[in-house]
């Protein structure tokens, strides 16, 4: 028999070292757990009967889908180094040589062509990149439990406290589970407790991985290796290690430990591998599982629970959005989603937002890895499109709302990603293009992996660094840190590089292009997606390089670097309206005839948003052209397609068309039963491209311009939200009733001046450092 113990004061704080700016044990002790709030939770009446009904907690480095099932409990585990294969260089040693017929053949209209001679000499072998990983299953049976008899079942997702909790009766016996991803302690723990009879389980794991499980007093240990791929054999090591608490009596029984005559169980379960760096897989799994157990061994599941929810909540209580109650209020989630489209459910907006925000906190913080194409919950080891990076679109949309939702910590695990990208793509930049600076195409993964994969037609597409650059300008315009400026001013500078070196003279205009390149990922409709200059590459380098000069000008460096960047940023070709009165894709007119009108890429509306480079004031007509061609796209995409659309309507100012987005976004088409988005199949990008899209709605700034309710629809005509971050290190609250704002307070950290507009209606405001400035509109 175990006895439960009581943790020491040392116990504890070993147990929070382990994490990054972790609660001490007073704030543990004393912070009381939020009141229960049901507008804020996930709930259902049944277990999960497929994974994208399960619920996802995360640290963002532990991650584990929570079935919630009556006899059997399965958690299954994510580990966010675990990929596969190990580490690699994905340049064709042919492909230097064959850029320059390739840029040849595209500027003489021999698309095919050069598409051809680009899948045979430039395309990486291996021509696919590695594959986010399943670690593996937590499985505990409850042998005692009758499925046949079964009362008041139900299992939620508290957002409030980020604790995943199931709780039934059978047989007279009320069983309650508890399960949280601890950020402060780096484990993921099950509480279990039976109240008016014994319980007891056998508890095992289990992994698709090649690896072996062994016991040891009450410890389970899954050792093993991860999966080649693509004929690159794995080279990682990984273990799942997992002690069990109680005051019953514990056994091992084969692979599996079984306790009986419990009235509690508590099962910690620490995850690692020997990865340290994308060159480096030397580490030790097995010193770091054990001492990410030792240090919680003598620690009490409520004490962990308290620092949990202590650390989770100094990010989440920041931000609260209230709406209209609703009719959905009573209904489980299932139902909310199955209705979202007929039933009117303000609600259920309010709580795909806060949704997205706690999914932003559970899989981006501290040291992990960035949130990749499904976060980091992945139940496959060929997960699809390898659920890694993509970066025409979804690894930049998964962090569009880290600063605005006021959780900019959470774009951490991204800077540290664009930093190793700047060093393996400074070696891509030189064996393919014979350039200097830095350049990483449209994927990477774990290993960082920065030369064009996949099928030329999409994978051959040189801006993917640049975006992520721009990404990392935003977040410094959002809080205007200098030391950050600092930090990334190499990785624009070589970026912006790369392109003064590799630009090609159009024979046809003059102006500087992207030669080869693709609109992501759509087909002019003449033999390939191959092009020169597409519109989305000619936005970003403007973005690029004005981020860049605005850098330097401001950390007072590189003067004659700068004055080169002006120079070359004049000579790119300017947003151009077609024929048809649609803003052009491509530097031809070929909008009209390309192969997918309907594609559910928006590549050449990146000017509109993300970027700030066309709007309603300062560039009508092209907006107008802008509003034309996503007319023409069509509202229906995949789900991270609509999450960008409903952006772009917010910026044109329409707010019914961007509530039906957003309803049709929130609708079982485009969102699985636990608020998952559906691509299909799941992708966590148009989650956050929700989150963004709301905030959009409701509130905007740009530079020093702060824009209310510019897309508010006439479901949403009274509202609350507060703790919202804008450009300048400001933070605002807004009220607004029957349609119109009723006061807006804005909170700086530095003196200065704010236009305020609302419609027609514009106002300025003079901003006090660590002074609340009201504004009343009533």
């Not at 907690?57 to 958690?75: D, P, S």
């Not at 019953?248 to 306790?259: K, N, Q």
């Not at 830095?438 to 801006?463: E, K, Y």
């Not at 403007?542 to 860049?548: K, S």
Request: net charge neutral.
């Amino acid at each position: 028999m175990i006895d439960p113990v009581k943790p020491s004061r040392r116990a504890v704080l070993a147990s929070v070292a382990v994490g990054t700016v972790a609660p001490t044990l007073k704030a543990a002790e004393t912070q009381a757990e939020p009141p229960h709030d049901p507008r804020l939770s996930l709930w259902y009446d049944k277990p999960a009967a497929v994974w994208t009904e399960a619920l996802p907690v995360g640290n963002g480095r532990l991650g584990a889908m929570v079935f919630g099932g009556i006899k059997r409990e399965r958690l299954q585990l994510n580990e966010d180094t675990l990929w596969s294969g190990g580490p690699y260089h994905n340049v064709n040693p042919k492909g230097r040589a064959a850029i320059l017929r390739v840029r040849e053949l595209i500027f003489s209209g021999q698309y095919a062509e050069a598409e051809k001679l680009a899948d045979a000499d430039i395309r990486a072998v291996p021509m696919r990149m590695m594959s986010y990983q399943n670690a593996g299953d937590l499985l505990i049976d409850l042998p005692r439990v009758n499925e046949t008899s079964v009362s008041g079942y139900k299992r939620e997702l508290d957002l409030n406290t980020a604790v995943c909790r199931t709780s039934f009766t059978s047989e007279g016996i009320g069983y309650v589970r508890e399960v949280i991803s601890s950020f402060p302690a780096n484990v993921i723990a099950v509480s279990l407790t039976a109240t008016g009879g014994p319980l007891d389980a056998d508890i095992g794991l289990s992994s698709g991985q090649r690896g072996e499980v062994t016991t040891s007093g009450d410890e389970l240990t899954l050792t093993g290796v991860n999966n080649s791929d693509f004929d690159n054999p794995g080279r990682l090591k990984f273990q799942i290690r997992t002690r069990v608490v109680t005051d019953g009596r514990i056994e091992a029984y084969g692979p599996t430990l079984r306790v009986r005559g419990a009235t509690y169980i508590t099962v910690y379960t620490a995850i690692a591998t020997s990865y340290l760096s994308p060159a480096n897989v030397s580490g030790d799994p097995d010193a770091l599982t054990r001492s990410h157990i030792a240090a919680v061994r003598a620690t009490s599941f409520e004490t962990l629970k308290s620092a949990h929810i202590t650390d989770y909540r100094s990010l989440f209580a920041r931000v609260a959005l209230e709406l209209p109650e609703g009719r959905g209020g009573n209904r489980t989630t299932a139902s909310r989603v199955e209705n979202a489209v007929g039933l009117k459910d303000p609600m259920l907006a309010v709580l795909y937002f806060q949704f997205g925000r706690y999914l932003l906190i559970s899989s981006s913080r501290g040291t992990s890895q960035p949130a990749n194409l499904q976060g980091i919950w992945n139940e496959l080891n060929r997960p699809p499109w390898g659920s890694k990076y993509t970066l025409n679109i979804n690894a930049e949309m998964n962090y569009w709302p880290a600063d605005p939702a006021n959780l900019s910590e959470c774009l951490e695990p991204l800077v540290r990603m664009v930093e190793e990208l700047s060093v393996t793509g400074a070696r891509t930049a030189r064996d393919l293009y014979g350039a200097s600076g830095w350049v990483t195409h449209h994927n990477t993964d774990l290993w960082r992996a920065s030369g064009p994969i996949d099928f030329m037609r999409t994978g051959l597409w040189p801006t993917g660094g640049a975006w992520l650059c721009v990404q990392l300008w935003d977040h410094y315009d959002y809080r205007r840190d200098m030391a950050f400026l600092r930090r990334i001013y190499p990785l624009m500078k070589g970026a912006a590089q790369f392109f003064v070196e590799t630009l090609q003279t159009d024979p046809k205009t003059g102006m500087l292009v992207t030669n080869p390149s693709n609109s992501p990922e759509n087909d002019h409709g003449r033999g390939s997606t191959l092009c020169a200059g597409p519109a989305m590459d000619m936005q970003i380098l403007r973005d690029l390089f004005d981020h860049t000069i605005a850098a330097a000008t401001i950390l007072k460096t590189d003067k004659a670097f700068a004055a080169q960047l002006k120079t070359t940023r004049s000579r790119l070709p300017p947003d151009k309206i077609g024929k048809t009165g649609l803003l052009q894709e491509w530097q031809e007119d070929w909008d009209d005839t390309a192969h997918d009108l309907r594609h559910r890429h928006v590549s050449h509306l990146y000017g509109l948003f993300p970027s700030q480079q066309i709007n309603m004031d300062e560039t009508p007509d092209l907006a107008v052209a802008a509003k034309k061609s996503l007319d023409l796209r069509g509202d229906n995409a995949t789900g991270w397609g609509v999450g960008w659309r409903l952006n772009l309507w917010a910026q044109l100012r329409d707010g019914e068309r961007a509530h039906t987005i957003l309803r049709n976004l929130l609708s079982p088409n485009l969102t699985y039963p636990n608020l998952f988005d559906a691509h299909p199949p799941f992708q966590i990008d148009g989650n956050f491209g929700g989150v963004r899209g709301i905030i959009e709605m409701l509130i905007q700034s740009r530079a020093e311009t702060v824009h209310l309710l510019p897309a508010l629809p006439k479901a949403w005509p009274d509202g609350r939200l507060t703790g919202i971050r804008l450009r300048g290190d400001v933070e605002a609250d807004l009220i607004w009733k029957d349609g119109q704002p009723e006061r807006l307070t804005l909170r700086a950290t530095r003196a200065g001046q704010r236009t305020v507009t609302f419609g027609d209606r514009t106002r300025t405001v003079s901003l006090t450092p660590n002074a609340p400035t009201i504004l009343s509109w009533s």
